[in-house]
């Protein structure tokens, strides 16, 4: 039987009812849903005074992972900028490094920031940490090259959403452990935190059609551990196994009340408390997973951005 859920918020509920749904995700839905066009980042780049730049760097087996890097003109730039290294969503299966880029590019505007974008590599093909070590090998690029590039090495923010926040939680802990680069904040939009999929949350969104079900998150969470066991699984992968929690940056951690993801990233920002740490958590009434991104326009979609923009203001300066 369906558990009762949080009510979706009334502008949300209508747009929500324009786009089509699934229930479940299988290997020929993915293949179809690769084949979408990606995102076109040369017009969200039109009316920008931007440069752009692409470069590889190695990932630790030698493959080549691109990053797109995003800085505002010259003529714009006054100091060394902040950077924003941003790691997309798609449920570790699809997307890739301009997916939901307009978000970071608010912060260009807005801060001036740099905005550097990693292509890690996709589940099921990249499995384990791959995807994470992908988007380490890049940050560890970045602070290699914060000269080159005009960035200021103290205000590297890492930032993503969905599976891309789960990335950024794992990169966090990764630059902790292995005392790599200094990370300022960590922003962390409606992420994927535990493979373990056990939560509250995770049953009332399960058994029926939605931006990312409970059975679509499995499937995610299966393509990307592979034949590993629990007990195999990092937490640099899941990072809601993480044990400890503390010296960690200064985490923004926000979700819908009406997602999947709601109760792993709650209780994320509570261990980050319990360990002394600084966590900012927003829960949206009624947002559903990554509504600020598929319906900016909507009144709980401008807020959701415009605080986090404000919190980052507030980091910054």
């Known amino acids: 039987m369906t558990m009762a859920r949080p009510s979706l918020d009334p502008e949300l509920r209508e747009l929500l009812a324009d786009m089509p749904l ?39 087996d030698g493959d080549p992972i691109p990053l797109s890097v995003l800085s505002p003109s010259p003529a714009e730039r006054r100091t060394t900028a902040p950077c924003i290294y941003w790691m997309h969503g798609g449920g570790m299966v699809m997307g890739d490094r301009f997916s939901q880029i307009d978000i970071p590019l608010e912060w260009l505007d807005r801060l001036g920031a740099v ?20 988007c380490y090998q890049g940050l560890l690029w970045v602070a290699e090259h914060a000269a080159e590039l005009g960035i200021d090495p103290a205000r590297i923010i890492v930032a993503g959403v969905s599976a891309g926040g789960g990335l950024a939680a794992g990169v966090s802990l990764l630059a902790r452990d292995l005392g790599g680069p200094a990370i300022a904040a960590q922003m962390l939009i409606c992420p994927m935190l535990d493979h ?12 029926t059609p939605g931006v990312w079900t409970s059975e679509m998150n499995a499937f995610g969470w299966r393509s990307l551990i592979g034949d590993l066991t629990d007990a195999e699984v990092s937490p640099y992968m899941s990072p809601a196994l993480a044990q400890d929690l503390s010296n960690l940056p200064s985490t923004y951690i926000d979700t819908g009340s009406a997602e999947v993801f709601r109760d792993e990233d709650t209780d994320y920002a509570t261990r980050i ?39 980052l203001t507030r980091l910054l300066r």
Not at 291 to 299: E, G, I, M, V
Request: aromatic share 6%; glycine share 6%.
């Open 22 to 60: 699934m229930s479940e995700l299988t290997p020929e839905v993915l293949a179809q849903l690769r084949q979408l066009p990606s995102t076109p980042l040369d017009s969200l780049l039109a009316h920008r005074q931007v440069d752009r730049r692409e470069v590889t760097v190695p990932a630790k």
């Open 196 to 207: 373990r999929n056990a939560s509250t949350s995770s049953r009332q969104y399960s058994g």
């Open 273 to 311: 408390w319990a360990a002394g740490g600084q966590a900012e958590l927003h829960v949206w009434a009624g947002g559903f997973h990554g509504f600020d991104a598929l319906c900016p326009q909507a009144r709980i979609s401008t807020t959701a951005r415009r605080t986090r923009t404000d919190w």
């Open 115 to 134: 905005v550097v974008s990693v292509d890690y590599r996709l589940a099921p093909e990249a499995t384990g940490t791959v995807p994470v070590d992908d």
